[in-house]
């Protein structure tokens, strides 16, 4: 049977998403959050040239248009190789409409996807007629490693809504077996759903970059989704970069927060048949299909596609008021040169963040980690210069937020500087007690350190962590004044030498 002349492709289809792409800002968002320069037929050299042109003054923030995109070209020894810019304008022209764009976004994708599965066939063919099999099972195992490889390398997913991720789970719950064994804000901004950071914050604000780090182990995935739900049952669409955990998961843990249910029954079945708590998981499920929350689970997401989906969210969500990025360490960045090392690539990062809340007049929290030498420090307070791998970070932040959680049961330590030790441990000890009687026995202090306030004051606030059900909850009054007072007793304590 003779075989194809050439490989799958739609040159109109391709025209039409590059004419679109030209003439509006919003669709182009959308296409850099779906294409790669490779979905574009090899043999259209002009489509990919003007693709990559285009992607350039887009990681620029130049606004594109056919004369910037014929000076681009121009630049860059392209212009000839495009079709000149006679091509650019039919391009722009043949445009009459957006309403067919996703289905020759469609057709554009499928018909890479064709030629990548017929390529690595005929790359599995060669490999069986050029090499020693040896081993048939082995051979198979990485034929099939191939093609899988090629279904999840374009996995670019989409926003999964509360709804559609709340649904399943409660469909999920209702069929799980018995396990054998002062929401007040003075100014205008996104609620926090804590009192205490509320006052210091005022709410997160239109434009803002928040850091949220900590230790791992610590709560700062914790803390970020109740940040996120408490914004979002307060009436705010958000969205939520989840980079370690699937959709499912997360939601997961957001049920058992608000339901009070243990995450761990959740995860294992154990007590989920008791009629009382199959109540409380519905009632839940119900409440997340009723808030906007946005789940974007795709694992290293790149930097620029997070930036794409993040306007395409906000065209969606007009009202956007929070995005969160867990965490900044596992985006990928665009390629840099080989010296400039892994803090250049944080810096880019970081300050692509605050450029894009800044643009799209949004709140944004990046979630980062802290490093190591917090661990060594006498009582083991974080500080800004704990910020993992760049001081950059730290600069771009508006509001950078520390947690802290006392080491209680830290081994007795002796000498001469174990004097403040025993003191601060013995603060730590009288706080946490407090924590126990406000929320139980599995309820410790956690506290926010605001290290770093741009349009506020710095300060702690503290919090009572149920880490059975990954909830953070306001204390009492009575609890935060005795909170405070302790505090008070630590404080005289570290003037006195």
Not at 122 to 133: A, G, L, M
Not at 401 to 421: C, R, V, W, Y
């Amino acid at each position: 049977m003779a075989r194809r002349k050439s490989l799958p492709h739609n040159t109109d289809a391709e025209k039409a998403v590059l004419g679109a792409m030209l003439r509006s800002q919003s669709k182009m968002n959308e296409i850099f959050s779906e294409l790669t320069v490779d979905d574009f037929y090899e043999e259209n050299e002009n489509h990919r040239a003007i693709f990559r042109a285009m992607e350039r003054l887009y990681k620029r923030g130049v606004p594109v248009d056919t004369q910037i995109l014929t000076d681009e070209l121009i630049n860059s020894n392209e212009i000839e190789i495009s079709g000149g810019p006679e091509y650019l304008y039919d391009l722009a022209e043949s445009v009459v409409t957006f309403a067919n764009l996703s289905y020759y976004l469609r057709i554009v994708k499928d018909q890479a996807l064709l030629r990548r599965f017929l390529q690595t066939i005929e790359s599995i063919e060669n490999d069986y007629y050029s090499k020693d099999i040896g081993d048939v099972t082995t051979f198979l195992g990485q034929s099939q490693k191939a093609l899988n490889d090629l279904a999840e390398k374009r996995r670019i997913g989409d926003f999964q809504s509360a709804k559609a991720v709340s649904e399943s789970l409660a469909q999920e719950f209702k069929e799980m077996k018995e396990a054998a064994s002062d929401d007040s804000v003075i100014d205008s901004g996104t609620p926090t759903g804590f009192t205490k950071l509320n006052r210091y914050t005022h709410g997160f604000k239109p434009g803002e970059f928040i850091v949220l780090a900590a230790r791992p182990g610590v709560g700062k995935t914790a803390l970020a989704l109740n940040l996120a739900f408490n914004a979002a049952v307060r009436g705010k669409p958000v969205g939520y970069f989840s980079l370690e955990m699937p959709a499912s998961q997360l939601f997961k843990r957001l049920i058992s927060a608000d339901s009070g249910v243990p995450f761990e029954s959740l995860v294992t079945g154990f007590g989920i048949n008791k009629n009382n708590v199959k109540l409380k998981l519905q009632e839940s499920c119900n409440r997340m299909s009723g808030i906007k929350f946005y789940v974007e689970d795709t694992s290293g997401i790149k930097l620029m596609d997070l930036v794409a989906k993040t306007k395409k969210l906000k065209d969606q969500e007009p009202d956007l008021g929070l995005v969160v990025v867990d965490y900044i360490g596992l985006v990928t960045p665009p390629s840099t040169k080989k010296s400039e090392g892994r803090q250049q690539e944080v810096q880019l990062i970081s300050q692509t963040l605050k450029k894009l809340a800044l643009e799209l007049k949004i709140p944004i929290i990046g979630v980062a980690q802290l490093n190591r030498k917090v661990e060594d420090r006498a009582g083991g307070e974080p500080q800004l210069s704990d910020l993992r791998e760049s001081g950059s970070i730290e600069q771009d932040a508006d509001i950078v937020m520390l947690l802290h959680e006392p080491k209680i049961n830290a081994g007795q330590t002796s000498g001469k500087t174990d004097l403040f030790e025993k003191q601060n441990k013995a603060v730590d000890e009288a706080q946490q007690k407090v924590a126990q009687q406000e929320g139980g026995k599995d309820t410790s202090i956690v506290t926010i350190i605001i290290a770093k306030n741009r349009s506020g004051k710095s300060g702690k606030v503290p919090l009572l962590f149920r880490k059975n059900c990954q909830k953070f909850d306001n204390p009492s009054t009575e609890g935060e004044n005795q909170f405070a007072e302790l505090e008070k007793e630590r404080i005289s304590y570290l003037g006195r030498e």
